[in-house]
C-alpha cells in the first residue's frame, strides 16, 4: 500500500530546522548571560564582590574568606572557607574571555580573593583546586593558583558560575586546553564540607552551594 502523508506531518518537517535553530540559540545565549549581582546588574571582572550564600545566617553561615589549609601538617596555601556570619573577603572575577569585561555564565574563570590583612602565606590568592585528600575524601578549593594562560598546567585554576534555582553556583569543569593537548577533566559542582573543628571549608560536591554576589 502506498504511504500517504499528512499535511500536519509536511508542516512538521518543513518547521524542524527552524525549531531546532531556534533552541540552539535558545540555549546558547542563555549560556551566555551575565551573571547578576543582588542589585540586578552585571558582574564586572574590575570591581570586587562578596560571595555570599543564597540563605543568610544560622545553618546557611555567611560569606568566603581565606583561612589556614586542611592539611594538618602545614597552615599554608590557604584554603577558601565560610565565615559563620560576617561577609568575609570580596572576590574578583577574570574570565578567559576579557574584552567586554562582564562575567557570563558558564564561561571558564579564576577567582581571586582580596588579600587578607594579616598572613604568613606567600601564595597568591588565586583560587586553586587541590590534589584529592585521601583522609576525607575530598577536593579542597584552595589557593596559590596563577590568573590566566589557560592550558593544561593550569587547569586546577579554573571555575565556573552557572545558574542554580533562582540563584547562581560555583562548579568546577574547566574548558582550557588546547586542541593537541589531552585533558582528563574532573566536573562538579562546588560545595561546603563540615571538619572536624566545624570549618566550613570549599569542596568539590554533589550538593551545590547556592550564592549570590554583593558588591563592594
Known sequence: MKKTHTPFAFLFLSLFPIILSLLRAASAAAAESPVLDT??????????????????????????????GHNATSTCPLDVVQEQLDYGLP????????????????TDLNIVSSPRAYSVCVESNVWRLDSFDESTGNYFVSTGGVKGNPSRRTLRNWFKIERYEDFYKLAFCPNVCGVAEMCKVLCKDVGVYVDRIGTRRLVLSDVPFKVMFKKV
Open 39 to 68: 542589585t540586578g546588574q552585571s558582574l564586572r571582572t574590575d570591581l570586587y564582590y562578596f560571595i555570599l550564600p543564597a540563605v543568610r545566617g544560622g545553618y546557611g553561615g555567611g560569606g568566603l574568606t581565606l583561612s589556614a
Open 91 to 106: 572576590a574578583t572575577f577574570s574570565p578567559i574571555n576579557l574584552t567586554k569585561g562582564v562575567v557570563r555564565v558558564s
